[in-house]
């Protein structure tokens, strides 16, 4: 896995090319000099952990041949106070699947993504408390 980061601004705005070409912005706060152009890097793990946990969700009802209409995620973290580094000490998932999906799949499918095979996860219950929740919504 490679990234390159290239500097756009005389600030703190940067953009991130990974080796498929692919490109994402990042900054700072404004409150530090930052321009709001982009992802900070703490809001990237974040959006890391709900990209990583759907992935694996939406893989494993796929393989339970149930029928996923639509995902939604909503990430949320709390971070150290007055801590440098501030790091994140509890975070939330909380997806909303769309579809006429048996729940008891689906909940083992959100157990097993966040729990288990998310490696994003992982990486952040090493410092934080890492949580989930799930609805069903019929469309």
């Not at 409150?31 to 893989?59: E, K, N, V």
């Amino acid at each position: 896995m490679k990234i390159e980061i290239n500097r756009l601004n005389d600030g703190y705005w940067m953009e991130a090319i990974n080796e498929g070409g692919n490109k994402m912005h990042m900054d700072a706060s404004p409150d530090i000099g930052g321009t709001d152009h982009g992802f900070r890097p703490m809001q990237l793990l974040l959006t890391a952990l709900g990209g990583c946990s759907a992935i694996d969700i939406i893989s494993i009802l796929k393989k339970q041949k149930q029928e996923l209409k639509d995902i939604a995620i909503t990430v949320t973290g709390e971070r150290e106070k007055e801590a440098v580094p501030s790091l994140f000490s509890e975070v939330h998932v909380h997806f909303a699947l769309y579809g006429n999906l048996d729940r008891d799949k689906v909940k083992k499918a959100v157990n097993l993504a966040v729990e288990k095979y998310c490696s994003v996860a992982k990486t952040l219950e090493k410092t934080a408390t890492v949580t989930h929740s799930f609805e069903i919504v019929n469309p």
